[in-house]
């Protein structure tokens, strides 16, 4: 268990829905990173917060946006949903910022756009 | 374009005997890598890392090994476990704020361990 949680573990919605995905670092880490898991592009950087600032965004679409709240648990919000966009999220937490940081994973929200 | 790439998409292996895995970059700038272990429907688990400034990093049966003027890393498991079956990521960071310490995956490498 990495302290990190995730929630839902699981979510089915359909085409052009609005979805929200929830993310607990853990306990002392103030940085919260999101990535997507689809089957052709592997684990793919989405976005990174640090202390409730947008620090780096990678390959996000427009349709989805995240943030971190004071108590440091973070949403990804996704919109327009499209069946392309089903795949496993994972949320990531460390300790700070910086290229050392080891990051911890949580279990993933596995999210099918039907 | 794949800044980090595994090669090999499975290997099998004999209980008690090594495995080791493979793992190249391109991106002279990574100064931080990683290995993670996945299992199906979990998230990615952290094994081992290796700073730039490191050549070998080990800790019980996991060794990663730092190649930098090859761009190459490797991970040692020895001795080999059947528990040990699972999906296992390379993973690379580069310092900056244009980096944005994001991880850069390897598509991975499935390790079958058989008893």
């Known amino acids: 268990d990495s302290g990190v949680t995730q929630t839902p573990k699981h979510l089915i919605t359909a085409t052009g829905q609005r979805v929200t995905l929830r993310c607990s670092p853990r306990s002392g880490d103030l940085s919260v990173y999101w990535y997507q898991q689809s089957l052709d592009q592997g684990l793919q950087f989405l976005i990174h917060y640090y202390n409730g600032e947008e620090r780096a965004k990678g390959n996000i679409l427009e349709r989805f946006s995240a943030q971190q709240f004071p108590d440091l648990h973070s949403e990804l919000n996704l919109s327009s949903l499209e069946l392309g966009d089903s795949a496993l999220y994972f949320c990531?937490?460390?300790?700070?910022?910086?290229?050392?940081?080891?990051?911890?994973f949580g279990p993933g929200t596995r999210l099918l756009v039907l | 374009d794949q800044q980090v790439k595994q090669n090999s998409p499975s290997l099998s292996v004999q209980e008690g005997r090594i495995s080791i895995l493979n793992c190249d970059y391109t991106n002279s700038m990574f100064d931080y890598f990683l290995w993670y272990k996945k299992y199906p429907a979990e998230g990615p688990t952290f094994l081992i890392s290796?700073?730039?400034?490191?050549d070998k990093n080990e800790d019980g049966r996991f060794t990663v090994f730092l190649n930098k003027s090859a761009k190459h890393l490797s991970l040692h498991i020895v001795p080999s476990q059947p528990g040990d079956s699972a999906v296992y990521f390379c993973?690379?960071?580069?310092?900056?704020?244009?980096?944005?310490?994001?991880?850069?995956f390897g598509g991975g490498t499935r390790v079958l361990v058989k008893p």
């Open positions: 993973a690379a960071s580069a310092p900056g704020e244009a980096a944005g310490n994001k991880l850069t």
């Open positions: 290796i700073s730039s400034i490191k």
């Open positions: 990531a937490s460390s300790v700070n910022v910086g290229s050392s940081e080891t990051q911890y």
